[in-house]
């Protein structure tokens, strides 16, 4: 009987740092109790081959590596692109049957991408190079795989937290060497329930809104003759913005804004939570939620009216807590998921009129691992 291997990679929550990790900056998240598994057997062959539970079986020829334009947005190119920086690095890879069940849920906001990404690394690091790859590097791997073969121009974050757990901050400032620390703090003793809620917005068709991000960010960047926002000098910024604004336009503008802010919060959010102090943490999360929503502009799409499920699920949170607890954008942004942080004895009174207002299920409570 063949052998069989056992895999499996997390989803992850962002905590902090709404979109900085492509311009180079800061961010707080945590691997949470939701995962991507796997089990594997070598078949003999150079065919790769994932049966992912709900969805149609995928094939990949390792003897073709290369990105393919038919692939866009689809799980071969992820699988294709990690197996090319495997092979890339040398290692010899041979084929496989991997059977693969998940409980991040698609479309969470949980990066259920990422973690799919980490857990083909996991298999080919195991498997044919004997582990030598670092979690750094397998998350490395997965945005090359997300950005050259799948086409989508994410950062790092999501990977990161997947691949090297439990609750992290990573600087990307120099994103082939991010710094990665772990914080180490319990959410369980902080008397409240972390939850995401699904708006039941969908994903489709947004990736053009997506891309927008990082590339007016890095418009107001190259005003300095700088390539990442990272790199720009906030005073110098403050300086030319009239300048700026006619050079980019406002939202190219507001976005970095949101940036620089968003960047120094993170760093608030660690202190916080080094210091024992939720409340200020719980602030710092709420500001992010209002700068994401007013500033970065990622909670409803450039002209939508009659659809706008993220910025009634906000503004529905914000009435439910009155005052306690935080609620901000998570991931992405535009459709998905809020994060919020509910009050111990008043979570299941929050789940009902939530349940009410938006559907059954739509509150999924996290656990981070």
């Not at 689809?74 to 041979?94: D, E, H, S």
């Not at 969908?202 to 107001?220: C, N, Q, R």
């Not at 910024?237 to 970095?256: C, N, P, S």
Request: charged share 20%; glycine share 8%; aromatic share 10%.
């Amino acid at each position: 009987m063949d052998k069989v291997y056992h895999f499996s990679a997390p989803g992850r929550t962002e905590i902090g740092g709404n979109h900085t990790d492509h311009q180079h900056g800061c961010v707080i998240a945590a691997a949470v109790d939701m995962e991507t598994m796997a089990e594997v057997t070598l078949n003999g062959t150079n065919v790769i081959r994932v049966d992912s539970e709900g969805y149609r079986p995928v094939e990949i020829d390792l003897g073709d590596l290369n990105a393919k334009e038919s692939e866009r947005n689809t799980t071969a190119a992820l699988i294709r692109g990690v197996a090319a920086a495997f092979a890339q690095r040398g290692y010899k890879l041979a084929g496989f049957d991997a059977k693969v069940k998940s409980t991040v849920l698609p479309g969470s906001g949980l990066s259920s991408s990422a973690a799919f990404e980490v857990l083909i690394g996991r298999i080919l690091n195991g498997l044919f190079a004997n582990n030598a790859v670092s979690a750094i590097e397998i998350a490395q791997i997965g945005q090359y795989a997300e950005n050259v073969y799948y086409g989508k121009p994410s950062g790092l974050m999501d990977q990161m937290a997947s691949s090297v757990g439990g609750l992290v901050f990573i600087d990307f400032n120099d994103p082939k060497t991010p710094i990665v620390e772990k914080v180490d703090y319990d959410f369980v003793h902080s008397g409240y329930t972390l939850c995401t809620i699904d708006s039941g917005a969908d994903h489709a068709d947004l990736t053009d809104e997506y891309a927008a991000m990082p590339i007016e960010m890095k418009k107001v960047a190259k005003f300095f003759g700088k390539e990442f926002l990272r790199e720009v000098d906030e005073q110098e910024f403050y300086a030319k913005i009239a300048e700026i604004r006619k050079e980019t336009g406002d939202r190219a503008v507001l976005r970095a804004i949101h940036f620089f802010n968003e960047n120094r919060r993170v760093q608030l959010q660690v202190r916080a939570l080094k210091n024992d102090n939720f409340d200020a943490f719980l602030h710092y999360v709420n500001e992010s939620g209002m700068a994401s929503w007013t500033l970065l502009q990622n909670v409803t799409p450039a002209g939508y009216i009659e659809k706008q499920d993220m910025a009634f699920t906000i503004a529905l949170c914000q009435q439910l807590l009155g005052g306690e607890g935080a609620v901000r954008i998570h991931g992405g942004g535009f459709a998905g998921t809020a994060l919020v942080f509910v009050p111990n004895n008043r979570f299941e009174q929050f789940k009902d009129k939530i349940d009410a207002a938006i559907g059954v299920n739509a509150v999924h409570k996290l656990i981070i691992q």
